[in-house]
Structure formats: structure tokens, C-alpha cells
Nanobody, 126 residues
Framework: QVQLVESGGGLVQAGGPLRLPCAAS????????MGWFRQAPGKEREFVGV????????YYADSVKGRFTISRDNAKNTVFLQMNNLKPEDTAVYYC???????????????????WGQGTQVTVSS
């Protein structure tokens, strides 16, 4: 059983940066691919990006490509979502999620992930 806890959310001005850590416990962190999702009010939860178990491969949604970066520190059991040049449309609750093996065919689906954090609110003001 893997427990995930996101932090680092808050209010930021458009154009600013924010970094979200997600700390994992209770499992073999290095054995899990880690995804980031977000959910805005009234909308479905959507894929933001994913980092594979090795940390060498990442994929991003087109809406955040070039602005967001996912990294992981397997020694500290933590995955990070670095968000730069934030836009008001990035306002959402951000979630991290874990799955043992993630493939490109399933990485964007919320159903593919076994474990979820509670989420952290990010609000971008214009």
C-alpha cells in the first residue's frame, strides 16, 4: 500500500512559478511510475504528466508542455511538479498518483493508477 501526500499549493500570480512535491510512503517508490493530474471546478480530472520508474522518461499534456517539468528523487521517495509561467487556466486541485508499470497506452487515464494523494489547490490570479 502506497500513501501519497502532495504539498506546495497556493495562490500565485500569472507568470509565476510553483513547485509541488509529492511524498510517498509505504511501498517501493522506485518501483512505481508517478503521474500528475489536475481537476478544475466543474471539470473532469485531467492528465498533466508522468515520470517513469527510472526517472529518465517523462511525458506531458500539450497544455503544459514546455512550462511544467516532472522530476523524482528516489532516495527521498518524492516526485516533483515544477510549474513555470503559470496561467489562470492552470487553476485546479493537483493530484499525484502511482502505478507499478505505466505505458504510453494508459498513462493519461485516471483508471490506470492504483494510488492517489489527497490533492493540493493551486490558484493562479490574473
Amino acid at each position: 500500500q502506497v500513501q501519497l501526500v502532495e504539498s506546495g499549493g497556493g495562490l500565485v500570480q500569472a507568470g509565476g512559478p510553483l513547485r509541488l512535491p509529492c511524498a510517498a510512503s509505504g511501498g517501493t517508490f522506485s518501483g512505481h511510475g508517478m503521474g500528475w493530474f489536475r481537476q478544475a471546478p466543474g471539470k473532469e480530472r485531467e492528465f498533466v504528466g508522468v515520470i517513469m520508474r527510472s526517472g529518465g522518461t517523462t511525458y506531458y499534456a500539450d497544455s503544459v508542455k514546455g512550462r511544467f517539468t516532472i522530476s523524482r528523487d528516489n532516495a527521498k521517495n518524492t516526485v516533483f511538479l515544477q510549474m513555470n509561467n503559470l496561467k489562470p487556466e492552470d487553476t485546479a486541485v493537483y493530484y499525484c498518483a502511482a502505478r507499478g508499470i505505466i505505458t504510453m497506452a494508459i498513462m493519461t487515464s485516471t483508471l490506470a493508477y492504483d494510488y492517489w494523494g489527497q490533492g493540493t489547490q493551486v490558484t493562479v490570479s490574473s
